[in-house]
């Protein structure tokens, strides 16, 4: 169990680091509303926040921060969807990179971002779901072997 809680915590620290830089980029580039709400900003300082944690191994703060890491990874997902709404009538009359615009920017690079933000939140709701789940494997072995210490010379008393 101690290699898959490391990966787990590699994992999160990795996505909310990329979370936090694609979000930082978009907002630069485009500045659009579903851009501005930030997103990938403080959902990214929750999942890594979360990869931290899943590290240090602290079990209720695990369980909280993988709601909240959850939780802003669903918001990602609307908000994306949402965005990709928006320009959904250009896609379907046909469109070409370099002649098709939304907002003033190429179309492409719209489509590319709202879908690396879709890919961000499902990988986020995906790996946080799990850690909800197994939240209690990730309490160290030895707080369970002390406890049974501790309980039995009282015992004997």
């Not at 890594?48 to 369980?63: C, D, P």
Request: charged residues 15%; contains cysteine.
């Amino acid at each position: 169990m101690e290699t898959r809680v490391k990966v787990f915590g590699i994992f999160d620290i990795l996505l909310g680091i990329t979370m936090i830089i694609t979000e930082y980029a978009t907002i630069v580039m485009y500045g659009l509303p579903m851009d501005t709400s930030a997103t990938g900003l403080w959902g990214g300082m929750f999942v890594m926040t979360t990869g931290v944690v899943i590290i240090k191994r602290h079990n209720v703060m695990v369980l909280v921060f993988s709601i909240l890491s959850t939780m802003s990874g669903l918001i990602m997902i609307g908000l994306y969807i949402w965005s990709m709404t928006l320009y959904g009538k250009t896609i379907s009359s046909g469109y070409t990179c370099g002649e098709t615009f939304y907002m003033g920017y190429s179309i492409c690079s719209r489509i590319a971002l709202d879908s690396l933000f879709l890919i961000y939140g499902a990988a986020a709701v995906g790996m946080n779901t799990i850690l909800i789940h197994d939240a209690k494997w990730i309490e160290p072995k030895n707080r369970n072997e002390l406890a049974t210490q501790e309980q039995s010379p009282e015992m004997s008393l």
